[in-house]
């Protein structure tokens, strides 16, 4: 979200944005996690199987994407001093 969108939330919403960003992290990593065991193992065992590789690649850009936003909303709620 921009600043300016931010600096428009309640403080409410704000940390239920701020929960929910958290939640969706906190989904992310044992996904990410399973999915590199089934890589792995699949690799290890002389299978290449692209549609995992290429979810894990997705599901680790879709983390990753939420952590500047993350950090937008944990600068504006100190900016309010919450």
């Known amino acids: 979200?921009?600043?300016?969108?931010?600096?428009?939330?309640?403080?409410?919403?704000?940390?239920k944005k701020e929960?929910?960003?958290?939640?969706?992290i906190g989904i992310f990593i044992p996904i990410i996690l399973v999915l590199l065991f089934f890589g792995v193992r699949d690799y290890l065992n002389g299978e290449a199987n692209t549609p995992v590789t290429i979810i894990t690649i997705c599901s680790i850009g879709g983390m990753v994407i939420l952590f500047p936003e993350l950090k937008s909303i944990r600068e504006e709620l100190k900016d309010r001093n919450l």
Do not use: G, I, V
């Open 19 to 24: 929960k929910s960003t958290k939640t969706l």
């Open 1 to 15: 979200m921009k600043k300016e969108e931010l600096k428009e939330l309640s403080n409410e919403a704000l940390q």
